[in-house]
Each structure stands twice: as C-alpha cells, then as structure tokens.
C-alpha cells in the first residue's frame, strides 16, 4: 500500500514515480521486494481456521502484486484492482464476474478480436447470448438493451480501425437497464482517459503494452468501482489467474516512466500522422486525434491525450491486390519489426485482420495496415514508411 494518497492536483510524473511506493515498509528500499509465494504459514490453528492475517495463500496476493494494484487504483481512482497474467485474461474475467447461463451481452464491433473469440467459444457455451453493436451508436444503444442484458462491453478507440465511442452516453442508457459497462482502455490508459470517471463499471488494461513497456512481459489489469469490485474480487479468487510476481514487479518498475515515454509515444506518432494524410499510396488515416477522422470531436470531448498506434489505409482500388500489397508494404521495413501486441519502446507494423467485423466493416479503399510508433526518431520511421509505400506501389 502506498505511503500517502496523493492528490489528483499532483503531476502525473510524479504520482508515477510514488504510487505503490512505500520504503519505509521493506526496510527503506526504495522498490517492494520480488516475493515468489505460493505457501504462507500461520502462527497458530485459530489464525489458521479465521484466516485473520494480511496474507493467506500467494494467489490472494502479495506485497510485490499489492504495490502494483494500489498504483493502479491510484491512476484509476478505483475501489479495487486485480493484476492477471495476460490481456486477455483481464477482459474475460469480468466477464466471467458479471454474466451468467441466459444472460445477454453487448459488445462493440470493433472489439479486440480474441474477445470475440472467447464470446463465440467459451460464453456460447455457457448460453450466454452475445449481440455486437456499432461503435458509433451512442445513447441509441437503448435499441439493443433486453430485460437480461447484465453487461455492456466497450472498447475505445476500436482495434485497428480506431473508431470512437460516447462512453458517458452507453454508461446511462446500461445503468438505466440495471447493466455494467467495461472497458478495454489500453489504448488511452488512465493517464488520457479515465473510464471509471465516465461512468464505466470495470476499466481493462493489457498492461503488457504502456505500463510495462518493454515488450518482455504478459499482464493485465482490471479495476473496478464499489458496484464491481465485489464480483469481480470474487471471481479472480475463485479462477485462480493471478498475475507472476516477477511480471508484476517488472511492470511497476515500467509504470515510473509510462508518463514520459507516452509523452514521446505522442509527439512522434501525431508528427507521422499527419505526414501520412498527405502522402501518395495513403487512402486514409484512422487517428482520433487527427481533426479529419470521425468521432475527433468525442476523442477531445472526453480525452486527454492519444498514443502510439494507430492506422493507415492504403490506396489500392484492385481487391485482389490488397493483401500482395500490403505484404510488399511490411516486407519492405527495416526499422518497424513485423509483429503483434504494440507499446512498447520499438516501432510495430502489422497488416490488420478485419474479416470479424459485422457491422463495423473494413474500408473499401484498400488493406490496413496498423503501425505502432515506438521510440525511434521521427525520420527514421518516416523513411522506412515511405519506404514501404513505394514498395507497395510498385508490387
């Protein structure tokens, strides 16, 4: 637990750099020791049978995974967090939490595919009904709402396509219907948006991306307000799917410096951008901070800032072209690796995967091709594009 609660007026560096901070705890040092638990003993057999001690078991929690969670709830401003061992994971469990047999689901269309997956794989299963909705919908989600709708699923910006939602808008329409929101805010992260302040139920993090940082670790977060928490609480103790406490321990250390690393995530990724909407070969970009991507209005509404990822169309009016292309395009790189997962301090390219959607549909123009700005320089990455623009041309 944390020394002291910091003030929302702090810096955000400098909550970064103190929250889950306590030395005075372990001895003066200045970051919580790795504790690799699994076993935890009690002094006597009371103590034992009441459970009456800070710690029982090491899938309950320790001091390394207990820094990490109270960070988190400091960012998020949340009743509780867990720390789970992938991304995934971190979207399924509240599933799992809030939904049961005959319950009905929304999610958005432009969700994170193996979600999809796991509502198709795993939720069918259980009879659990899911329905997928526009992103762009709005308060006219209320269409969608049925008497055992328990949970709203949202995702902003959208996968790949980056389409913007009204979160407030969705949040009063599912409370009103006695419905939880989630929300995957990976992209964002508490620093640019802070769900739970707008009216979200659950924030979602693959922390694997901006909080560790360094493409060396799997993790994710879930964080919930007073309504979710015990639920949610629940379900991570009873599934067992706690986060390692090496990985927990490393993505606390990657946590002190996400502020100034997104800054930079920032600053090269718009400067890139915006170069791209004048480009030849560029039929688009899709980046909600650009002024001529839709829903630009609700990304400065309600955020705060925008990341390292976002995407291009390219220009190929020949659909039997697209994916030749696009492969001529990525083979083509020399500073961007090939490679999936984003956030991390190297540059990512990958041709998007959009055959999924049902109602938020690909472009027509031409394949997506989605780019993670890492922390090279600017042109550098802006010559290797172009690099690969010519080769997609001439392919």
């Known amino acids: 637990m944390s020394k002291t609660k910091k003030s929302s007026q702090t810096g955000i560096n400098t909550r970064l750099a103190h929250a889950g901070y306590a030395p005075r705890s372990f001895f003066g040092f200045v970051n919580p020791p790795v504790v690799h638990a699994s ?14 001690q800070k710690y029982t078991y090491g899938t309950h929690g ?6 990490l ?7 998020e401003g949340s009743e509780g967090t867990v720390a789970v061992p992938s991304g995934l994971a971190a979207v399924t469990l509240p599933f799992m939490a809030a939904l049961s047999a005959g319950d009905h689901l929304l999610v958005v269309d432009s969700v994170y595919s193996p979600t999809r ?30 008497p055992n709708t328990k949970l709203v699923h949202t995702e902003a910006p959208g996968s790949n396509t980056f389409e913007m939602q009204d979160i407030p808008a969705i949040a009063e329409v599912a409370h009103a219907h006695g419905a939880l929101v989630s929300m995957d805010n990976t992209w964002a992260t508490p620093l640019y948006f802070k769900p739970l302040d707008h009216g979200v139920d659950i924030s979602i993090h693959a922390a694997t991306k901006y909080p560790a ?80 991507f839709p829903g630009h209005d609700i990304w400065k509404r309600d955020f705060c800032g925008s990341s390292g990822i976002f995407s291009i169309v390219l220009d190929v009016a020949d659909a039997e072209r697209q994916q030749a292309k696009a492969h001529a395009f990525l083979d083509a790189l ?32 031409g394949p997506v091709i989605r780019l993670q700005i890492g ?14 623009l010519a080769a997609a041309h001439s392919a």
């Open 213 to 292: 940082g360094h493409s060396d670790v799997l993790i994710g977060t879930v964080s919930a307000n007073k309504t979710a928490w015990p639920a949610i609480k629940k379900t991570f103790s009873m599934l067992g799917i706690c986060a390692a406490p090496d990985d927990s321990y490393m993505t606390l250390r990657g946590l002190r410096t996400m502020g100034i690393r997104l800054a930079r995530h920032q600053e090269s990724t718009l400067a890139i951008a915006r170069a791209l909407e004048d480009m030849q070969g560029v039929a688009r970009v899709l980046h909600p901070a650009l002024e001529s």
């Open 69 to 75: 969670t109270s960070a988190i709830d400091e960012l």
């Open 375 to 388: 922390l090279e320089d600017v042109e550098d990455l802006m010559a290797d594009i172009e690099r690969g």
């Open 62 to 67: 320790t001091p390394t995974t207990d820094a």
């Open 117 to 146: 997956n796991f509502c198709a794989g795993m939720l069918a299963r259980f009879g659990i009904e899911t329905t997928y909705y526009d992103p762009r919908i709005g308060a006219d989600i209320e269409s969608l709402m049925q």
């Open 39 to 52: 076993t935890v003993l009690f002094p006597d057999a009371a103590t034992m049978v009441s459970r009456d």
């Open 334 to 365: 020399q500073v961007f690796g090939l490679g999936y997962s984003w956030g991390g301090y190297e540059s990512l390219a990958v041709h998007a995967n959009l055959s999924d959607r049902t109602i938020a549909l690909p472009p027509k123009e």
